[in-house]
């Protein structure tokens, strides 16, 4: 199937450990994002690549460091989790970076105890 | 700087049409898009609106003012499945496709 895929669905760890989320898409596009959607349901962009060039880097702290081996993966490397880490990730694609559509993968729920 | 509003909640009935507005402020406007998120879920796109007016998409159709920095979402004919949130977002003026999204309408519909 033609989508964005994220892995892992669910992600449940304690505080202070160091994980990885990956994310591939097969839909053929150049530019690739991560997104947080906290508690309350809001949707916030973290990063976004395109051609494997970042482009996006919003004020996130650097714990949190994206990795785009090539343009159909990008991975969020999270260091040192603390609490407030815990929401849903969102990995996305979009052909171009001008006022196209993004495709989303189904998220990663992580939970820190 | 950009902002935008929604309605944080919305009940309608099955069968029924509802709209759902978001309001926006932005300094450069480069189109408005509407998402659909079921809970626990993927957003995925429902529409793209960059010139005033009304575009038609099957049961879904999406209105753009310009003028007035006003869009709405009208879905007609409800059914129990669009139960879901629906989000309104705006890409940022300095470009790249960012998105900045409203906090998202919940939908519930009823019997």
């Known amino acids: 199937d033609t989508a964005v895929s994220q892995t892992p669905k669910y992600l449940v760890t304690q505080m202070g450990n160091d994980k990885s989320i990956k994310c591939e898409q097969n839909?053929?596009?150049?530019?690739m994002y991560w997104y947080k959607q906290d508690s309350k349901k809001f949707l916030k962009i973290m990063f976004s690549?395109?051609?494997?060039?970042?482009?996006i880097n919003e004020t996130v702290p650097n714990r949190f460091s994206p990795k785009s081996p090539d343009k159909a993966h990008l991975n969020l490397h999270i260091n040192s989790l603390e609490l407030g880490d815990s929401a849903v990730y969102f990995c996305?694609?979009?052909?171009?970076?001008?006022?196209?559509?993004?495709?989303f993968g189904d998220g990663t729920r992580l939970s820190i105890l | 700087g950009q902002n935008i509003d929604q309605p944080t909640e919305m009940t309608a009935t099955e069968g029924a049409i509802v709209q759902i507005n978001c309001t926006y402020q932005?300094?450069?406007?480069?189109?408005l898009f509407w998402y659909q998120q079921h809970a626990g879920e993927a957003p995925t796109f429902l529409s793209y609106?960059?010139?005033?007016g009304l575009e038609e998409k099957g049961r879904f159709s999406s209105f753009l003012s310009r003028s007035k920095g006003y869009s709405y979402l009208l879905l007609k004919e409800l059914q129990m499945k669009d139960s879901a949130s629906y989000l309104c977002?705006?890409?940022?003026?300095?470009?790249?496709?960012?998105?900045?999204f409203g906090a998202g309408t919940r939908l519930a519909v009823h019997p």
């Open positions: 996305a694609s979009s052909q171009g970076t001008v006022n196209q559509p993004q495709h």
């Open positions: 839909l053929g596009h150049d530019t």
């Open positions: 977002a705006v890409p940022y003026s300095g470009g790249y496709n960012k998105l900045i």
């Open positions: 609106n960059v010139l005033d």
């Open positions: 932005t300094s450069g406007f480069n189109g």
């Open positions: 690549y395109n051609n494997k060039e970042l482009i």
